[in-house]
């Protein structure tokens, strides 16, 4: 149960968040199930991995190749899943508790607080990074192979 | 199509792309797929988070240059992939001006959730957040009542134009308030789950996104930008909290 309430709270929230971004009625559960996911994923490396930037950062590969699949299945932006799935994992606590340490004069808590909250959003960052480049670049090496849709890639700037 | 028909067509979907919270690129790119699907020449775009600057050159004519200021930008991401849609469905089959003027205004005014369902939602965020990070039945009720109040007030204020900074302030300064008075009052001892899960509902999901996503398609001042009003908006959130924890908390003995 400890570690299936998360997901549920999870899914539950990017469900909601869904309804704020204005999600197309017939994506708002796919979209949500981006943020189970990501605290699916989460969990389950929990139990072999005990430092969280990497936990973040596998969760952040998971719900990036999640959006750019299901993008591609639904023929519509990957934002759309990609922005809803990403929110759980904002380092809310992290921001708040290094702010709470300023105010209370613990400097060095705040500051190695403040510190890991800045890796863990490096690591969402890298993780999208990652997926989304080598999506493009297969996609790129797949197109370039037909010669036709070569030449018309090179006038947009296709990325 | 003329020239001037043509570069409103383009204009007009890339400012309805670029207003609801499409990614740089992908309002460069459907232009320029819209622009040279419905017969241009040469076709160039500049697109920054607040304008659009466009021209296009058709045989035999002289070249046209539009720009675009965007004044306001919310989150709607239906009209982005409908748009979306809509730009890819021009390149396979040719249609005229007045249908795809049509078009663009029946996107342009599908209504989005009712206002009720977005107040709810918030509610539903900040007590889904407090849950989350480890808070009781109790402690979600709270937080239910201050996604309420969060919404309110910044529809409130976005009523009249207050910048985007001090609208999250004051969604801080609310969230903290109630968390430290109910703790105060004694309802509840988890204070700081329950501000961290309420102040999850200002988070800028879709900056953060946009930002990192422009970065890697090359759009550095885009993404940069993006970067920093997502920045800024955390620093802000965490001043909004600040004030009350530090003024209240003594007034309350916590």
Known sequence: ?159 | MTITQLSHVAMEMGVILLSNGAETYRVEESMHRICIALGAKEVEIFVVPATIILSVTLEGEVPLTRTRRIHSRIIDLTKVSEINHLSRQICYEPTNYKDLIAEIRRIDTIPSYPYYLHVLAFAFISQMFTLFFGGSLVDSGIGFLIGIGIKLQMDIMGRFEANVFFTNIVGGLIASTVAVTATGLGLTTNMNTIIIGSIMTLVPGLAITNSIRDIIAGDYLSGLTKGIEALLIGAAIAAGVAVPLSLLRPFWGG
């Open chain 1, 1 to 159: 149960m400890n570690y299936i309430a998360p997901c549920l709270y999870a899914f539950g929230a990017s469900l909601a968040f869904a309804i704020v971004f204005n999600i197309p009625r017939n994506k708002l559960l796919l979209s949500a199930l981006g943020g189970l996911l990501g605290q699916l994923v989460y969990v389950v490396f929990q139990l072999i991995i005990g430092n969280d930037v990497i936990l973040y950062l596998l969760a952040t590969i998971a719900i990036s190749l999640y959006a750019e699949v299901m993008a591609r299945l639904t023929k519509s932006p990957t934002t759309i899943y990609l922005a809803v799935a990403l929110i759980p994992l904002v380092p809310g606590g992290g921001i708040y508790y290094t702010m709470l340490y300023f105010i209370n004069g613990e400097m060095d808590l705040g500051i190695t607080t403040g510190v890991h909250t800045l890796l863990i959003s490096g690591a969402l960052a890298v993780g999208i990074i990652m997926i989304s480049s080598t999506v493009n670049l297969v996609r790129k090496v797949m197109l370039g192979s037909s010669l036709k849709i070569g030449k018309k890639l090179k006038h947009g700037k296709n990325a």
